[in-house]
């Protein structure tokens, strides 16, 4: 099959490196990709706003299935622009995404179909929502609603902290006036993320993960994209798990299913691990990143099929085997990042830090200049390793990115700290 793949970051090379390992890939291409996706895939250069473009090239390279990986075309409809074409495509519709794109809808569904979740209120406008903190109370979580790449959240410690958040949401204090805000309970426990493949009408668990979403050691500083990850969250257990699926997942891919709107794709969910059981803080509608780079080194079995049964509504005798293993990723970026930071700055070492054992290094943002690839972005490596435990995939991780010259690169040191603490328990 000729597959292609949507997206630019650690996340898709991961996936075009597990995907060019599939026996049914007979050509894979990227768009529009990177120095290291170009590794695994022939890289194309289309703007994924222009829907039409993309289905123009499916059409000119027999493109067999598409695999889409940000939020931004899935919520933009790209699913059901390339299906309306006839090119099939893994991901949900515009529809079902909107349990990324809104966070209202998503909260609505919840209370509608009993899902756990911090208690809440939708407000259009500042006065009410106002009233609403001063009358709850602090600590409390204001969110804007809309895609707003995971600065649209405060979780406000004092009440004069959450309505100085909604005057600034209101106000355009994240590019533009935010429409509606969502105003919820803080919720008290321990944060781990959850990936199920869905196929619309029943689901299956891929694995779990936890991140580093601070700049800094010790979880300190500003928020980011995320700086690393480890596969399984151990407070995961497998009674955990099912809990998850039965008390969560399943829940709201019967509501989807029964308001006209399968999901089908990969559900992430963020969670909140409270001493009542999970509760879910958030939906994504795609793979995360950087979870995905980690998981995807867990994967045993061929990824390729599972997603077109996804797509296909075939799902449900399907099984997917991890390695036991625990799999780490360190995030390299740019001196600066997440604020200002040069792009173009040489990397080396690359070749020597992928010897290290059972080390693989997905790149975030790079591309190729002449003999030398460069920093592109803000996140630009994942140094990703497997090991017997998350203590063991640290050590062989911080082996190869010791091996990388970089000298306008950083990382954190500590990825994993909590894992490995309770591991040493
Ligand atoms: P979100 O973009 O909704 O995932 O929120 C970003 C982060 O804010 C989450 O990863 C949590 O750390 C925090 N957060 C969001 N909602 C809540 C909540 N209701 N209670 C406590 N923390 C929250
Ligand atoms: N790592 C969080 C995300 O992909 O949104």
């Not at 449900?316 to 600066?336: I, W």
């Amino acid at each position: 099959m000729n597959i292609l793949i949507l997206g630019s970051g650690g996340r898709e090379h991961a996936l075009a490196w597990k995907i060019a390992a599939s026996p049914l890939t007979t050509k894979l291409y990227c768009a529009p990709g990177n120095a290291g996706i170009a590794q695994e895939a022939e890289c194309v250069a289309l703007d994924l706003a222009d829907h039409a473009a993309v289905i123009a090239f499916c059409k000119a390279s027999k493109i067999d299935f598409v695999v889409v990986g940000p939020e931004g075309p899935l919520c933009a409809g790209i699913v059901d622009d390339l299906e309306a074409a006839g090119i099939k495509a893994f991901g949900p519709s515009k529809w079902a995404a909107r349990l990324e794109g809104s966070k209202g809808f998503t909260k609505d569904l919840c209370k509608a179909n009993r899902i756990p979740t911090a208690a809440y209120e939708r407000f259009k406008g500042a006065d009410a929502a106002r009233q609403y903190v001063r009358k709850q109370g602090a600590p409390i979580v204001v969110k804007a609603d809309g895609l707003a790449a995971g600065k649209g959240v405060v979780v406000a410690g004092t009440v004069a902290e959450a309505e100085a958040a909604i005057d600034m949401m209101f106000d355009g204090g994240l590019g533009q006036p935010a429409w509606e805000i969502v105003i919820e309970d803080c919720m008290v426990g321990e944060e781990a993320s959850f990936f199920a493949l869905c196929d619309g009408d029943t689901a299956i668990p891929l694995a779990s993960a936890q991140d580093h979403k601070r700049v800094g050691d010790g979880d300190t500083g500003p928020n980011t994209g995320g700086m690393g990850a480890y596969t399984p969250a151990p407070i995961m257990t497998p009674d955990m798990n099912k809990r998850v699926m039965d008390e969560i997942i399943f829940p709201t891919v019967n509501a989807l299913k029964k308001a006209g709107a399968p999901f089908k794709g990969v559900l992430f969910a963020g969670l909140m691990i409270t001493k009542d059981g999970p509760q879910l803080i958030e939906y994504n509608v795609r793979f995360g990143d950087p979870e995905t780079q980690v998981i995807m080194l867990r994967l045993m079995s061929d990824l390729l099929p599972a997603l077109i049964a996804s797509r296909d509504g075939q799902l449900k005798s399907f099984d997917l085997r991890l390695y036991p293993d625990a799999a780490l990723t360190v995030v390299m970026a740019a001196k600066g990042y997440p604020g200002s930071y040069n792009k173009g700055t040489v990397i080396e070492g690359l070749e020597d830090a992928a010897q290290v054992e059972r080390v693989e290094i997905f790149h975030a943002g790079t591309r190729r200049d002449g003999d030398h690839i460069v920093a592109n972005g803000g996140r630009v490596l994942n140094v990703c390793a497997r090991g017997n435990s998350v203590a063991q995939a640290q050590q062989r991780a911080y082996a190869a990115v010791d091996k990388i010259k970089w000298p306008d690169g950083f990382c954190r040191r500590d990825i994993g700290w909590q894992a490995i603490a309770r591991e040493r328990k």
